[in-house]
């Protein structure tokens, strides 16, 4: 599914020496590397601060308490998504309310956001699942108009960015009060273990995270809020600021792997091949992926088997040894974790139905266009039955 090895090639040299430094510095925790990504993801992404944390999990979790939100407290997000999303919720002893998504972007539908509103809802977790901009235009004016706080869950969609209605561009993981994002490494920017960081534009609330992930320590042995231990490494801040001046470029290569794969396979027509026209305010190129922009960025290439065979190809292309996953197998409302009465499975149509139409593809910045045949061959085959 990824390729990390070959990728490493690229930048192995300036890891290697920046390895060796700071083992012989031994500055392994809070060394110069995580101030100088910290500074450097900052002005790449153009939002005010950054602050640097243990995963991505945590992230999400650390942005939740720097808000304030207390036990009883509903806060909105899609039902289909990693699990980390609402996982962090329920753990805060707030109240997850899951909602649907849109059939062709596979984001949490706006629509269904505003159903879900009660005097209790404090906050939207949109998620920009599988790379691709969920509809900020209408989350972030429902937010306005309902007092609530949006939290971007930005783990797959780093380097992403969202085309407003009146042209405006900004970095997904910029446009709500905070965002979250995920560093693990198959992550669009992935370091060689686990990191994660907060991004905020807001002065007070960065100053109040600052000290949740350092145990809720302003000044040094005084805890004035209760907080977590979450940091990232000297050694993967390393590993990120290396990779960081290439992000677009790794970006590049996914869409253009992602235009492959659906020149390939948009004729097919029980196969639903990813958009990023529908409800986003860019110009879709001929393949229904834009040619100019990353509002999608493809952290997953996601198509919809629509013949109900989406399972007997996936047994087929592991017959052929092809790499795919099923992100996501089973609604989050209808695991047991998080299943709840208040919950109607009517409510959930679209990703009752996606959970059993999709299939991800390889992706990752190293595939090729042979690749990309012999993998588009093997799925035309088996849905024209040829096998
Ligand atoms: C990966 C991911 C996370 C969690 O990130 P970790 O670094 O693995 O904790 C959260 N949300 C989404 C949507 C993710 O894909």
Not at 74 to 93: Q, W
Not at 193 to 204: E, H, K, L, M, V
């Amino acid at each position: 599914m990824v390729d990390l090895v070959s990728q490493r090639t690229r930048i192995q040299a300036e890891i290697d020496a920046s390895f060796s430094e700071i083992m012989n510095n031994a500055a392994f925790i809070n060394g110069p590397y995580v101030h100088q990504f910290q500074a450097d993801l900052e002005k790449y992404l153009n939002v005010k601060h950054v602050i640097p944390c243990a995963n991505g999990t945590d992230a999400l979790q650390i942005a939740m308490m720097g808000l304030g939100l207390k036990p009883g407290d509903e806060v909105i997000t899609a039902d289909f998504t990693f699990a980390a999303t609402v996982e962090v919720i329920a753990l805060l002893n707030l109240t997850p309310v899951l909602v649907d998504v849109e059939e062709d972007t596979f984001n949490i539908c706006p629509e269904a956001i505003e159903k879900a509103i009660t005097p209790k809802t404090k906050a939207i977790v949109p998620v920009h699942l599988f790379g691709h901009a969920a509809n900020m235009d209408d989350i972030m004016a429902i937010a306005k108009k309902h007092n609530l706080y949006v939290i971007e869950d930005n783990a797959q969609g780093i380097g992403s960015s969202y085309h407003y209605k009146d042209g405006k561009t900004e970095k997904t993981g910029t446009i709500g009060h905070v965002a979250a994002t995920s560093f693990f490494p198959s992550k669009n920017l992935g370091c060689y273990g686990d990191g994660g960081a907060i991004f905020t534009n807001d002065d007070d609330l960065a100053h109040t995270i600052r000290g949740i992930v350092n145990h809720g320590m302003y000044k040094r042995y005084h805890h004035d809020v209760v907080g977590v231990n979450s940091r990232l490494d000297s050694l993967q801040a390393a590993v990120l600021k290396a990779k960081l001046p290439h992000l677009d470029d790794y970006n590049n290569s996914r869409q253009k792997a992602a235009r492959a794969y659906t020149q390939a396979l948009k004729h097919h027509k029980d196969i639903v091949t990813p958009t990023t026209k529908t409800n986003r305010n860019c110009d879709a190129g001929e393949n229904g992926i834009c040619d100019t922009c990353t509002c999608h960025v493809f952290h997953q290439y996601t198509l919809r088997i629509t013949n109900g065979k989406r399972d007997e190809l996936s047994n087929y292309l592991n017959s052929q040894s092809i790499p795919h996953g099923v992100y996501y197998p089973i609604p989050l409302h209808l695991q047991k974790a998080y299943e709840d009465s208040r919950y109607n499975n009517d409510d959930f149509k679209v990703t009752n139905k996606l959970s059993e139409e999709v299939i991800s593809l390889p992706m990752h910045t190293e595939l090729d266009e042979e690749q990309i045949e012999f993998i588009t061959s093997h799925i035309l085959k088996f849905m024209n039955g040829e096998v």
